[in-house]
């Protein structure tokens, strides 16, 4: 029922930039605040950015501020995260997922059901 199929992850070098892409389906979009995660082998899974479902505010982990985007497209059901500026750190399997979950994140959001897409690897080569 509940789909989010993420995608455009791949093989990048340090600097350059990718747009992963997050598409919904099976649930009202436009209700869920959705954010991105990651998780690096060996790591544990951790919040990149997160977007409101109503007044699309944005959230960011220190990590990624001032280099990653996150927005949405309500008539399309999709949630985008622009990566800019990638560095060999932020190789990792990318997640979306509804509403938000802290995991180690300090965004305010956080509540409500959450339903995980199954990633898409970005690798960022040195």
């Known amino acids: 029922e509940v789909q989010l199929v993420e995608s455009g992850g791949g093989l990048v070098q340090a600097g350059g930039s990718l747009r992963l892409s997050c598409a919904a389906s099976?649930?009202?979009?436009?209700?869920?605040?959705i954010g991105w995660f990651r998780q690096a082998p060996g790591k544990e899974r951790e919040g990149v950015s997160c977007?409101?479902?109503?007044?699309?505010?944005?959230y960011y982990a220190d990590s990624v501020k001032g280099r990653f985007i996150i927005s949405r497209d309500n008539a399309k059901n999709t949630v985008y995260l622009q990566m800019n500026s990638l560095k060999p750190e932020d190789t990792a399997v990318y997640y979306c997922a509804t509403n938000c979950p802290t995991y180690g994140s300090s965004w305010p959001i956080g509540y409500g059901m959450v339903y995980w897409g199954k990633g898409t690897l970005v690798t960022v080569s040195s």
């Open positions: 977007i409101s479902s109503s007044d699309g505010s944005t």
């Open positions: 099976g649930f009202t979009f436009d209700d869920y605040a």
